[in-house]
């Protein structure tokens, strides 16, 4: 980036800048309608092609979203801080508290499209649990909704050897979830990995999660450790990237 | 997601399918050239539309990517996979190691556009480093080229009290970086909070890390934290989505 005087700013840069300031400033509240292309081009008299740009910045940027033959609104849903230490530590769910309400404080969350299934391991789960070929496992699938909006789609894996029998395989898992039905079976979670990955969605994800163009999906894979070094669950999500900050800490 | 029989995937996601199930098991190595909508067309027997879906789906997945006017080929780049908590360790600072060493083995790692300068801090870093009102301090930016393609552009903040006269105001921080200098000063950093957002990139983004179409930037701020519990950094980072995996180990 140029260290000496920059060049001027685009004229749909401008536009943006103002009207991003307009949002943060509060001069649009969350909801508000914002004005769409014609109404643009007549106060900044610029062209049809100058307003759009200027618009899709807002978009991008996560701060509007497009209502189908209804205009262009500022974003109204404060984003999920998802914070993975505290969420999924043992004083959370060790006392029968769910993990979700860690991050969405006494925001509705209800959840669909459940299905809880025994299947062949998937090639990758069974090598990531070291599973022999064809293994066993309890897939279970939720979509969580928050708000009334889908903003998280959940797959996890656990082995059939360790789980079958237990709540594990219903749909309602009981005080504390899989975690602590994990630990009252003797392999108790102790250490987690998360992969992140980032891409444009695939149709299916657009279709489960209701994204709007131009938002990609953030793909957490977590793996659950326990004592013995086993690798207990992976949990494959796939999260609407506007809704979520994601937050590790650790230490040096 | 359906539990019961699925309905047959479309056209254009069966050619995909073939298409990444041919990357995967290297019949189209990294760098070669695939099939292009024409080629598609005649050898599946479909439609323009259908083709151009089909690529689409691959180049959303982060397998392929278009060179101008000259075809689709397979990504070369192998993923950084960046351990947040093993780079970011003392053992790694702390012996003079470069905390890049962690996340790219021995591939090669240049810095380019680096600009060291000292600055009224931006009103949320002063929030954040309780700072007062236009506080100064130093903004260093680079962006970071692996094996030929920038990949992180990263702006960190350090406030001028504490870092006025040391190698930090200098291009070049010496061995272990900015993190060995502060533990020199008196500030080693303890703890670190990563916060990580997603979004379509702004077009000072695109050009700063030459961002092909239909990739997300991963927005990375990072605080660092010393013993006496002050922010000594913050760190703003924007990476190439698709040419990052970012890794979090934690215990429970």
Redesign the interface.
């Known amino acids: ?1 140029p ?1 000496q005087p920059q060049p001027a700013r ?1 004229r749909y ?1 401008q536009i943006a800048d103002e009207l991003r300031h307009a949002i943060e400033t509060g001069k649009f509240l969350p909801g508000a309608k914002i004005p769409g292309e014609n109404q643009i081009m007549s106060q900044y008299e610029v062209a049809r092609n100058t307003a759009r740009q200027a618009l899709a ?1 807002l978009r ?3 701060l509007t979203e497009a209502r189908k033959g209804s205009g262009i609104y500022v974003r109204a849903f404060r984003p999920i801080r998802r914070n ?2 505290s969420r ?3 004083q959370q769910w060790g006392s029968g508290k769910s993990i979700w309400a860690a991050d969405i404080d006494d925001r509705p969350l209800t959840t669909v ?1 459940v ?1 809880v ?1 025994e299947v062949d391991a998937p090639e990758h789960i069974a090598a990531a649990m070291k599973l022999p070929n064809r293994a066993r496992v309890w897939r279970r ?1 939720r979509t969580f909704v928050v708000e009334g909006e889908p903003v998280n789609r959940a797959v996890s894996y656990l082995p059939s050897d360790l789980v079958a029998g237990s709540r594990i395989t219903e749909v309602d898992t009981g005080p504390g979830g899989t ?1 602590a039905r994990l630990a009252e079976l003797g392999h ?17 994800e657009v279709e ?1 999660l209701q994204l709007p163009p ?1 938002t ?1 999906v ?1 793909l957490v894979a977590r793996t659950a450790i326990d004592e013995s070094g086993r690798v207990v669950e992976v949990n494959e999500m796939a999260m609407n ?2 809704r ?9």
């Open positions: 980036m260290t685009p840069q910045v991008d940027q996560g993975a230490v999924l530590s043992q499209d299905e299934v699938s975690y108790k979670p102790i250490r987690f990995r998360e992969e992140i990955r980032v891409r444009m969605p695939m149709p299916a489960a131009a990609p953030i990237s506007s979520y900050i994601l937050e590790y800490d650790f230490t040096s």
